[in-house]
């Protein structure tokens, strides 16, 4: 016999549900710039987005490239294609990407980044056209 606050649920899918898992939990990370600057290289759209809508496939127009290994973004965690949502508490996600860079270059010695994992394929990036994408900043 079950009351009104019983939920019944099986253990697949409960096991489902407990997995931890950092896809979509925004998160800030605070790195120090190393000997070769703080080991990412970003990516993203030259323009403005201004009519853009981020959603959880694609949650803003700026990303991580790839990340050196051993480097401060790697120790931190980073990993590549996480989205960068904010540059030192400054919302980026329709920035374009030359404003990004010049953030970055501002931040001196240390850059707060807030960081989002979308659980996408990496053939999403290559397959944006190329026009609109670079990579012109490693950090």
């Given at each position: 016999?079950?009351?009104?606050?019983?939920i019944v649920i099986s253990r697949d899918a409960l096991s489902?549900?407990?997995v931890n898992n950092d896809t979509y939990t925004p998160r800030t990370v605070v790195l120090q710039r190393g000997k070769k600057g703080f080991g990412f290289v970003l990516r993203g759209s030259r323009i403005a987005g201004k009519l853009f809508q981020p959603t959880p496939s694609f949650p803003a127009l700026q990303f991580l490239d790839s990340i050196e290994k051993g480097s401060n973004a790697d120790k931190a965690g980073l990993k590549q294609n996480d989205y960068v949502?904010?540059?030192?508490?400054i919302n980026v996600t329709s920035m374009p990407h030359e404003?990004?860079?010049n953030l970055i270059k501002r931040?001196?010695?240390t850059i707060a980044l807030r960081i989002v994992t979308a659980n996408i394929s990496s053939k999403i990036h290559s397959n944006h056209d190329?026009?609109?994408?670079?990579t012109a900043f490693q950090s």
């Open positions: 016999m079950t009351n009104d606050d019983t489902a549900l407990m949502l904010e540059i030192n508490g404003e990004c860079v931040a001196g010695d190329s026009q609109s994408y670079y």
